[in-house]
């Protein structure tokens, strides 16, 4: 084999990157729709919050399994089938009629989009060496607020050409192509056949996260990962920010169309203002300058402890909005909190990876999303309640602000040293 080293690592990030996108295609198609769904079944924003949460109930749910299955089937199989499901999910939505059945694809949605993200982690874990992880996670976490840049006018555009099931339609195509596109070109490194000697080594070397399965059991080695105080600093800090990401991934395009009283198009436009900035910050900071500052000899635990909770308090600035009713002045407040939480998002998903024994990166990372998603729930359901009662959303990004210093709080008290648990207890077990 040539000593050049290969670079196959790279089109594996850009592969999953693109995955998270049309992933999240599929997740922001229904807020695009919001203005068109309440009008066509007459849904209070109580009901519309309700309805937009309906993809996290099941997406909670499988986290702890998914994260067993990935530990022991793999992220190659898993995922497979997840796409595969997810895109026929999309289509369902497209076709059936009622609001039980839109419900029940969603559900059916979250079920098959299980395993993106801790399959994305492990897969990362998996294929970059420790210097890398910063960049390599930016990149399909970055995906996720990318994913509302083009998608949101994308969809937006479809809604209103073909109505708000050609938003449905043109997604679920696009997460078809990627089934087969996954298909074809992802494998473990082990199993590469484009990958060459010098740049397994080369990752091998750099601290990559081993493949295989830890001893121990699924089981024993959940109830050990659960009482570890690390772990919950993780998942409590995780799950503050997701609170505040899945009201701007949710209610941000209904808020402008019902608060600020803009069309669907107009209001696409404001929205991916936020959602600009957050791809950006996600990279430069969360990727590029966390890498950057380890590879320079600084403490890794650290740059990434630090910069996680900068990250967060720039989030709190979700509160300025509560106390606006222009849109311009509002979207500047949740630009400013989004960046911030965008940072501290690929520094959350790269920790699993660096604390995780061996073989258990997917059941640290699915503990860390099962609650970060319980938010998921709660924060469509929450804020549509307290707009429809106050006629304003502006207590629910005060409540938004609330959650994100206790999950601040947990950061810096619980969260600990960025660094391995000890694995001598798992092997034990």
Known sequence: MSSKRSNVRWGIAVLIGIGIVINYFDRTNISVATKPLMSSYHLTKGEMGILLSSFAWSYALVQIPVGALLDQVGVKWLMRIGTLLWSLATFLTAVVSGMGLIIFSRILLGIAEGPAFPGAS??????????????????????????????VPIVAFAVTAWGWRGGFILTGILSLLYFLAYWIWYRDPEESKSINEAELRYIREGGAQEEGEAPGGSMRNLGYLLGRRKVWGLTIGFAAYGY????????????LETQMHMSVLKSSGFAIIPWVVATLTDLWIGGWLV?????????????????????????????????????????????????????????GWSI?????????????????????????????????????????????????????????????????????????????L
């Open 122 to 151: 492990k897969a990362t874990g998996y294929w970059f060496p420790i210097i890398e992880r910063g960049r390599a996670t930016s990149m399909f976490d970055a995906a996720a607020k990318l994913s509302n840049v083009i998608g």
């Open 291 to 347: 890498d950057k500052l380890v590879a320079s000899g600084r403490d890794g635990s650290r740059v990434r402890k630090t910069l996680l909770v900068i990250g967060m308090i720039f989030g709190l600035a979700v509160a300025g909005a509560a106390f606006t009713s222009h849109a311009s002045v509002a979207i500047v407040w949740i630009s400013i909190a989004l960046g911030g939480l965008a940072f501290s998002a690929p520094i």
């Open 244 to 255: 505040a990401f899945y009201l701007f991934l949710t209610w941000l395009p209904g808020y």
């Open 352 to 428: 699993p990876a660096l604390i995780a024994p061996k073989g258990t990166v997917g059941t640290v990372g699915s503990i860390m999303n099962f609650v970060n998603n319980i938010m998921g729930i709660l924060a469509p359901i929450i804020t549509g309640f307290i707009a429809g009662g106050t006629g304003s959303f502006a207590l629910g990004f005060l409540v938004a602000a609330v959650v994100l210093l206790i999950g601040i709080l947990s950061y810096v008290f619980l969260l600990g040293r960025i660094e391995p648990m000890e694995c001598s207890q798992i092997s034990r």
